[in-house]
């Protein structure tokens, strides 16, 4: 409980406290939304998941696609600090790479809305896009790294590239309900394993 003044208020740095731990719960019941319902999801089923009020959204984000970039920017400073997280608390490293890659699956369906979400900014899309790449790829990379030194995985294998390659089979997931691009990726990754020697 924030402490009040003598004159019964919350000191602001509470409040800005306060204000950001609500928004970030807004910004992860969004994804989560945005993960099972695109995108272009009734703006009331993200109030009700992150339990606030509509005009609460409103106030943060007047636009669904600052909505959109705000989920953005937040799934991927979630994704780029799971890297080391995972590493410390993980069985292994290639158990941190497996449960990072899902992670990074999730993100990657909200990425799919985002171009249409920003309609006509490209700049904008383009700018995201740099700093996307910028942040998760020496994660990646650190995850591959790891998985590598511990024996675990073949090397050679860049970040980019794999992550790249992920993407690529996530695309056509929300257009045919028979395709499940995890199984796919699963392969990918058994594919970078080394073969067990008996």
Request: aromatic share 6%; hydrophobic share 40%.
């Amino acid at each position: 409980m924030p402490s009040t003044s003598q004159s019964g208020e919350v000191p602001a740095r509470s409040k800005r406290a306060d204000a950001l731990r609500n928004q970030q719960t807004l910004l992860t019941a969004a994804a989560a939304v945005f993960v099972t319902s695109g995108v272009d999801a009734p703006i009331r089923e993200i109030a009700a998941r992150a339990g606030v009020g509509m005009g609460t959204i409103y106030r943060h984000f007047p636009t669904r696609a600052d909505l959109v970039v705000a989920v953005y920017r937040h799934q991927v400073e979630a994704c780029a600090e799971a890297g080391p997280s995972l590493l410390n608390s993980a069985n292994s490293p290639l158990a941190a790479l497996r449960q990072w890659v899902d992670l990074f699956v999730d993100f990657l369906v909200t990425k799919h809305g985002l171009a249409n979400a920003l309609q006509s900014d490209s700049g904008g899309f383009d700018a995201l896009h740099t700093y996307f790449l910028d942040r998760l790829v020496p994660v990646c990379a650190q995850l591959l790294d790891a998985a590598v030194n511990a024996d675990e995985i073949r090397p050679g294998t860049h970040a980019y590239e794999l992550m790249r390659g992920i993407g690529n089979l996530c695309i056509g997931r929300d257009s045919d309900p028979r395709y499940d691009p995890r199984r796919l990726i699963e392969l990918l990754l058994q594919g970078l394993q080394r073969p067990q020697s008996s």
